[in-house]
């Protein structure tokens, strides 16, 4: 059982910057794969970045290549999201999910979700 939680949304001007954190429970961290998903109001929730066990592969959406960054510290079970020149589309609930062996894209993949942080970004 892993249980996540993210920190670090809120409401920041449109070129501003935001770090997500998600930390899990658990000894196991770095036996998953972790994703950053976010949802919009009324669309489906969507894969941001994902990253492998050891931190060493990363994977990012089109819309965010070259201004978010994912990275893990398996010493303190804590996966991050840095996000660099937010745009308003960059609206939504961010979430971390945690999958065993490797990460995907698809959302139904993955075993535990955190409860999602918000963030908003105004123009």
């Known amino acids: 059982q892993v249980q996540l939680v993210e920190s670090g949304g809120g409401l920041v001007q449109a070129g501003g910057s935001l770090r997500l954190s998600c930390a899990a429970s658990g000894r196991t961290f770095s036996s998953y794969a972790m994703g950053w998903f976010r949802q919009a109001p009324g669309k489906e929730r969507d894969v941001v970045a994902r990253i492998n066990r050891s931190g060493g592969v990363t994977y990012y959406a089109d819309s965010v290549k070259g201004r978010f960054t994912i990275s893990r510290d398996n010493t303190k079970n804590t996966v991050y999201l840095q996000m660099n020149s937010l745009k308003p589309e960059d609206t939504a609930v961010y979430y971390c999910?945690?999958?065993?062996?490797?990460?995907?894209?698809?959302?139904?993949?993955?075993?535990?979700w955190g409860q999602g942080t918000q963030v908003t970004v105004s123009s």
């Open positions: 999910a945690a999958v065993q062996g490797i990460s995907t894209t698809i959302p139904q993949s993955y075993d535990y």
